[in-house]
């Protein structure tokens, strides 16, 4: 044992006195850097080898792997490589590293579509090519083995402590358009190995402006991890370039994240937060805080529970058309399962907007579906979520119920009720909606619902078909018992102060989504107002203001406007009238009919034509008929007389009805008014001359020659 002793000494004297000169000699150098090269295909380069004896160390200063090409910065570099053996595995033909250091090092990595571009040894030609080194293979010329020598004497490498100090390691990841560059600073790890248990890890390091830190183990043989990272303020800008157009995000991310069990299947348990956060995706976007807790189960297939929580946060959707400000709630939870055609499914979601409460399940198949229930919720505040109610400023319950909803194809089954929903109208007065939404796939329907304004109801019914197609398809009916017309067209025409009645209506139109002059409306509509007003239109006054301004006509007209005759006028020039009535058939953006009515003190109109719906543009003709008393006043006014015995009311033809609505035109058919007049004359003359042919020729022979005359002469009522 002395001698063993003695010659374990002497060894160790002469290996610290010869060593250091060995691996410090230009053979051993050039063995080392064409070992390199021929295990990586790069050009390895170093400053010196030092060797220590106590404990035994090898430490490199200043290593360097060079690029792909000539011009590319080096592929790594070290300040200094530390590496400290263990002597007692030798005498086994074991290389332990009780302790590798690497201090200062840059790694610049490159990915592409083929992975990572990593050194690799150069192809069989290549290294066939390649001269062999100098010094030949005497192992006390060159003092060390080739790592394939290595291999084949049998000697066993491990490391049981791996360091890096105040690295850098740089991605440049060509996958995505443009590149992005990963810059991993500052970064310190640890790696301890055993042969009887896991590897043990940390790591911390400085990523897109923040920190991220790790703390974990792994067992290599088990195949099972168990590690926690911490992330602090990492920037989500980083992520931009793996996002597609459209998409963007910003703002910063911290919190933790533990992952654990199986490679193949392991368990992410997360808490993370999002501040300041910035994030489009397509028509959405979210402004603020957004925090996110998960525990999933890796693998091919998905599952575990999920919660976001964005209520700090103001979230922005389709062009504005909902906008929940922050401070709102807003949160989803669920589950994740795995669907039946391996897509992923949600379960037991809850889902909070305002005060909406949503639970149900989504399956995020290639069709969309969901199914939710919500409870009745109160309708104040959801004009600043959805802009669009704003200026109805809507209150009330409403109650969803049990929905189905899908998307592409766009569908929608369930049934909405709207109960005492109260909304003010734009410059209008506010209404009272009562009745249902209900949804049977492609269509929506209104189900027994029944506006009320003013305490005026109308019954609406209706549904739009197509919710799935670009241009819809709708049909919409109408109905009022009694209803007073000018609070219904005030509040839903804006027509204020024009028509005034009880009004009786039926319609039932049908039109398409994209028509706004409604020139593909079509249906029918009647009505019925009885009595009622049309506000300053007098179609009597219209028609005697048309007489005429030349020959007995002007003196009509002239004798008219004399007070004592106008006077006997102004009763009938009256915008009340008895009745106002008719049926319309509804057709390329006209409302036509044959029998529209308007029955007035004294006279009566009948009119058929159209009203363009677009800008209620009058287009009728029709007869204007008077009676007696009307009659009278008007003969009266031309000097003539209304015969006692006539019976039949006097007929004058209107020509054309036009202006619009609120402004009507009268236009009286060419001979109109000479026969009027005429008519009127010739009556005083008949009454004057039949007289004297009575007394001449007996009575009655009066009448007859004056019948003869009218025939012949064209006399007419």
Do not use: H
């Given at each position: 044992m002395l001698v063993v002793l003695v010659l374990l000494v002497v060894a160790v004297g002469a290996l610290a006195i010869f060593l250091p000169g060995l691996v410090a000699s230009p053979a051993v150098r050039e063995r080392i850097e064409t070992a390199a090269k021929d295990a990586t295909g790069r050009?390895?380069?170093?400053?010196?080898?030092?060797?220590?004896?106590?404990?035994?160390?090898?430490?490199?200063?200043?290593?360097?792997?060079?690029?792909?090409?000539?011009?590319?910065?080096?592929?790594?570099?070290?300040?200094?490589?530390?590496?400290?053996?263990?002597?007692?595995?030798?005498?086994?033909?074991?290389?332990?590293?009780?302790?590798?250091?690497?201090?200062?090092?840059?790694?610049?990595?490159?990915?592409?579509?083929?992975?990572?571009?990593?050194?690799?040894?150069?192809?069989?030609?290549?290294?066939?090519e390649a001269p062999a080194p100098a010094g030949g293979d005497s192992a006390a010329e060159g003092g060390a083995e080739t790592?394939?020598?290595?291999?084949?004497?049998?000697?066993?490498?491990?490391?049981?402590?791996?360091?890096?100090?105040?690295?850098?390691?740089?991605?440049?990841?060509?996958?995505?358009?443009?590149?992005?560059?990963?810059?991993?600073?500052?970064?310190?790890?640890?790696?301890?190995?055993?042969?009887?248990?896991?590897?043990?890890?940390?790591?911390?390091?400085?990523?897109?402006?923040?920190?991220?830190?790790v703390d974990g183990e792994a067992d290599l043989k088990a195949e099972t991890t168990d590690l926690e990272a911490k992330l602090e303020a990492i920037g989500l800008a980083a992520l931009a370039p793996y996002l597609e157009a459209g998409r963007t995000a910003s703002g910063t991310l911290s919190g933790t994240v533990g992952v654990s069990g199986p490679f193949a299947r392991p368990v992410v348990d997360a808490d993370l937060r999002v501040a300041d956060g910035a994030v489009q995706i397509e028509d959405v976007s979210l402004r603020g805080p957004l925090v996110l807790r998960a525990k999933l189960a890796g693998g091919e297939a998905v599952s575990?529970?999920?919660?976001?929580?964005?209520?700090?946060?103001?979230?922005?959707?389709?062009?504005?058309?909902?906008?929940?400000?922050?401070?709102?709630?807003?949160?989803?939870?669920?589950?994740?399962?795995?669907?039946?055609?391996?897509?992923?499914?949600?379960d037991d979601v809850e889902l909070k907007i305002h005060n909406l409460d949503a639970r149900g399940r989504i399956d995020a198949g290639k069709r969309v579906r969901a199914s939710l229930t919500a409870e009745p919720f109160d309708l104040a505040g959801w004009d600043e979520i959805l802009p669009a109610l704003a200026e109805y400023r809507p209150a009330g319950t409403l109650?969803?119920?049990?929905?189905?909803?899908?998307?592409?194809?766009?569908?929608?089954?369930?049934?909405?009720?709207?109960?005492?929903?109260?909304?003010q109208l734009p410059d209008g007065p506010e209404i009272a909606v009562q009745g249902a939404l209900e949804g049977t796939g492609d269509a929506l329907a209104l189900r027994d619902v029944v506006l009320t304004t003013g305490g005026e109801s109308v019954r609406v019914g209706g549904q739009v078909e197509g919710l799935s197609r670009d241009v819809m398809s709708y049909r919409l009916t109408l109905g009022a018992d009694g209803a007073e017309t000018n609070t219904l067209l005030s509040a839903f025409a804006g027509l204020d102060d024009q028509v005034h009645g009880p009004l009786t209506l039926e319609t039932d139109l049908r039109g398409r989504s994209d028509d706004e002059k409604l020139e593909n409306l079509n249906g029918r509509l009647a009505f019925t107002i009885t009595p009622g007003k049309l506000t300053g239109v007098s179609l009597l006054e219209?028609?005697?203001?048309?007489?005429?301004?030349?020959?007995?006509?002007?003196?009509?007209?002239?004798a008219l406007k004399q007070p004592e005759k106008a006077k006997k006028l102004e009763r009938f020039y009256g915008d009340e009238f008895e009745e106002l009535a008719g049926t319309f058939t509804v057709n390329q953006g006209w409302a036509r009919t044959k029998d529209l009515r308007l029955v007035y003190d004294g006279y009566r109109v009948d009119l058929a034509g159209g009203l363009r719906l677009f800008d209620q543009k009058l287009d009728f003709s029709g007869q204007l008929t008077l009676e007696r008393e009307v009659d009278e006043t008007l003969a009266d006014a031309s000097g003539g007389e209304v015969p006692a015995e006539t019976r039949e009311p006097r007929v004058i033809q209107?020509?054309?009805?036009?202006?619009?609505l609120d402004d009507p035109k009268v236009g009286l058919a060419p001979g109109t008014v000479e026969d009027l007049v005429g008519g009127y004359a010739r009556s005083k003359y008949r009454r004057k001359y039949q007289d004297k042919l009575d007394e001449k020729l007996g009575e009655g022979a009066g009448a007859e020659i004056g019948n003869l005359v009218d025939g012949l002469f064209g006399g007419k009522r």
């Open positions: 050009e390895f380069r170093y400053q010196e080898l030092t060797f220590g004896l106590l404990p035994p160390r090898l430490v490199i200063t200043q290593p360097r792997l060079s690029g792909e090409r000539p011009d590319d910065p080096p592929f790594a570099e070290a300040g200094d490589v530390s590496l400290r053996i263990a002597l007692a595995p030798l005498l086994a033909r074991a290389l332990v590293l009780e302790n590798l250091v690497v201090n200062d090092a840059t790694v610049r990595l490159v990915r592409d579509a083929d992975g990572l571009r990593l050194p690799e040894p150069p192809a069989e030609e290549e290294a066939a790592g394939s020598e290595a291999g084949d004497s049998g000697v066993a490498l491990a490391v049981e402590d791996f360091r890096l100090r105040g690295a850098r390691v740089i991605l440049e990841d060509r996958t995505v358009t443009p590149a992005a560059t990963w810059d991993v600073e500052e970064l310190d790890a640890n790696l301890k190995l055993s042969a009887v248990g896991p590897a043990r890890f940390d790591l911390d390091a400085r990523v897109a402006g923040g920190r991220l830190s575990g529970s999920f919660d976001v929580d964005a209520t700090g946060a103001a979230l922005d959707a389709y062009d504005g058309a909902f906008q929940k400000p922050a401070g709102r709630p807003a949160t989803v939870k669920g589950r994740l399962v795995p669907a039946s055609d391996g897509s992923l499914a949600v109650s969803p119920g049990a929905l189905e909803l899908a998307t592409e194809p766009l569908s929608v089954k369930g049934r909405i009720g709207l109960d005492g929903i109260r909304m219209q028609t005697v203001n048309r007489l005429g301004t030349f020959g007995e006509a002007a003196l009509m007209a002239a209107l020509a054309s009805v036009t202006g619009t």
